[in-house]
């Protein structure tokens, strides 16, 4: 129970004085505005729009400074900005063979149609601290200045499809009936839910939570040996049918890395021997989070597939359920509260019990 706190208005007030000023920091130092985080903190940006379910760079910027950049709180503040926005169609689903493509590997062929494409990647780095800010400066000076604005000359397919086509690879096929997906923002999730609702609450899921299921896949709890098939980051083309039109118009592109996982599979009564998948997609540039995500994905089909589900990864309500940082982080960070009427409850409890035990 939460009970108001005499002069607790003005304590308020004063509080969040001093998290203006927190906010602030020393005001010698230059204050950072969004732009700078927008362009520079590009990565955390795209965190935070993937886990607020809104794709919005300046806006996740903003909420990015304002939470002094606390992801979790950032996040909590686009979604709440999310809930006051009209709602005026659907977008078709998004083809990332039509990707602009910033980068491209995949760990399980040498070669792909239309190359493999390094891109901006911590992976190659030394991840030695640069004091000086100069080996970074000479870096991006010495960058190829690439650009993207083209469409690609012809679709990147995924060289996955090849292998699908042989049967080597199962294929990617909508749901028998491809049934319209449900909205996880707006209809309430009941387990077990398809695999298109699981989707959604991965994408919208903490990565450390994500990212933890994902790894306790490859530490053996799970029956997965997976190969990252293909990742991919790019632009992609976003379109809608408006219905005074009758035909699809594109209004725009949204960034996107998709990553599809490659998991083998010995076979069942009803599947022949063949490789699986798991599926990772999220806005912006996330190859952690959609790797992850692939592997919780392919472990949550067990059913598919008749496995053994004995792992928590392979919990479709345990994973999903506590992944959502913002509902996690209320439940936890509430306990800040006053709680002192509940707490006196239990211990004149307490009290009364131990009376009984002549304690």
């Given at each position: 129970m939460y009970i108001a706190v005499k002069g607790g208005e003005a304590a308020i007030a004063a509080s969040l004085a001093l998290?203006?000023?927190?906010?602030?920091?020393?005001?010698?130092?230059?204050?950072?505005?969004?732009?700078?985080?927008r362009e520079q903190l590009r990565l955390l940006v795209d965190r935070v729009m993937a886990e607020a379910s809104v794709y919005d760079p300046d806006l996740a910027a903003l909420a990015i400074r304002q939470a002094r950049g606390d992801a979790i709180e950032a996040v909590f503040l686009l979604r709440a900005y999310r809930t006051t926005l009209p709602r005026w169609g659907a977008s078709l689903p998004v083809d990332t063979t039509r990707m602009r493509v910033r980068r491209r590997v995949s760990a399980i062929f040498k070669?792909?149609?239309?190359?493999?494409?390094?891109?901006?990647?911590?992976?190659?780095?030394?991840?030695?601290?640069?004091f000086d800010g100069a080996e970074a400066a000479r870096a991006a000076d010495a960058a190829p200045q690439a650009t993207f604005d083209g469409e690609p000359e012809a679709p990147l397919a995924s060289p996955i499809d090849a292998l699908a086509a042989e049967g080597l690879i199962e294929p990617c096929e909508p749901a028998p009936g491809d049934p319209e997906p449900p909205d996880v923002t707006r209809d309430p999730p009941a387990h077990p839910m398809p695999r298109?609702?699981?989707?959604?609450?991965?994408?919208?899921?903490?990565?450390?939570?994500?990212?933890g299921?994902?790894?306790?896949?490859?530490?053996?709890?799970?029956?997965?040996?997976?190969?990252?098939?293909?990742?991919?980051?790019?632009?992609?083309?976003?379109?809608?049918v408006p219905d005074e039109l009758g035909f699809a118009i594109e209004i725009g592109e949204v960034e996107l890395t998709d990553c599809q996982?490659?998991?083998?599979?010995?076979?069942?009564?009803?599947?022949?021997?063949?490789?699986?998948?798991?599926?990772?997609?999220?806005?912006?540039?996330?190859?952690?989070?959609?790797?992850?995500?692939?592997?919780?994905?392919?472990?949550?089909?067990?059913?598919?597939?008749?496995?053994?589900?004995?792992?928590?990864?392979?919990?479709g309500e345990f994973v999903l359920s506590h992944g959502d940082a913002v509902e996690a982080s209320g439940f936890v960070q509430h306990l800040k509260l006053p709680h002192y009427v509940t707490f006196e409850t239990e211990l004149q409890l307490i009290r009364a019990l131990r009376e009984e035990h002549g304690r």
């Open positions: 998290l203006a000023r927190a906010r602030r920091g020393d005001p010698e130092v230059p204050a950072l505005d969004g732009a700078q985080v070669d792909v149609p239309g190359g493999q494409l390094l891109g901006a990647s911590f992976d190659y780095t030394q991840r030695l601290l640069d298109a609702a699981r989707l959604q609450m991965l994408a919208r899921a903490d990565e450390g939570w994500v990212l299921m994902g790894y306790s896949t490859q530490r053996g709890y799970a029956y997965t040996h997976p190969f990252a098939g293909e990742i991919r980051h790019g632009a992609v083309p976003l379109e809608i996982m490659i998991n083998q599979f010995a076979g069942s009564a009803t599947r022949p021997p063949q490789f699986t998948r798991g599926q990772g997609l999220v806005f912006g540039h996330g190859e952690r989070k959609a790797m992850a995500m692939s592997l919780v994905d392919r472990v949550l089909r067990a059913d598919e597939f008749d496995e053994r589900a004995t792992s928590p990864a392979q919990d």
